[in-house]
């Protein structure tokens, strides 16, 4: 199989085709999979391609998340903060929660955290038991737009995520089994 390589690896990864792009005829990561056989690595073939397809969904999926959270001034990871807030009994977690339940490094938690606060949507104050804590707390206009962008990503992006009812079950439990067995839950 003769591929033009460039097509296989443009110099850019964007999520969503640029404007007057010419779509594509077949599916470079396919592609790419024939030349990884066809240059003897067939053993790893299939996890390239099913590796690379899932960093494309990713760049594709998040792509339609932050162009539907953009309007309403707030990133995927200010959603998350926010809607792990909402979604607690008191709408306050120590940051030390927030960053294990959102399975991401202290300090992400710690940007995300500064820019709401900034921004009007959470406050920040010390544990009443352990001066070393920080509690953050959902303020009235971060529980308002929690709601507003749950509302925009049900709508824009989560009851249209383009795969039948079947398949989206099939793909979380595959992708539930790659977590687990990297040690995610």
């Known amino acids: 199989m003769d591929v033009n390589v460039s097509l296989l690896y443009p110099d850019s990864m964007t999520a ?3 404007a007057g792009a010419t779509r ?3 599916d ?15 053993g790893a073939a299939d996890g390239m391609a099913a590796i690379t397809s899932l960093m494309r969904a990713h760049q594709i999926v998040l792509a339609r998340v932050e162009a539907t959270l953009r309007p309403l001034g707030v990133t995927f990871a200010r959603y998350e903060v926010l809607m792990l807030l ?7 977690l120590p ?3 927030i960053a294990a339940r959102l399975q991401v490094h202290p300090t992400s938690v710690t940007n995300a955290v500064d820019r709401l606060e900034d921004a009007g949507l959470v406050t920040r104050s010390t544990h009443p038991d352990d001066r070393r804590a920080v509690i953050v707390a959902l303020t009235r206009s971060g529980r308002e737009l929690a709601e507003r962008a749950t509302a925009a990503l049900n709508a824009d992006v989560f009851e ?3 795969l039948p009812d079947d398949d989206l079950r099939d793909l979380f439990d595959v992708l539930s089994r790659l977590r687990r067995s990297a040690g995610d839950f």
């Open 16 to 18: 969503e085709p640029r």
């Open 24 to 26: 594509l005829t077949f």
């Open 28 to 42: 470079p990561i396919d592609a790419a999979r024939a030349q990884w056989v066809e240059n003897g690595w067939a």
């Open 86 to 92: 909402w979604f607690s009994s008191r709408g306050s």
């Open 95 to 97: 940051m030390k929660v």
């Open 160 to 162: 249209r995520p383009d």
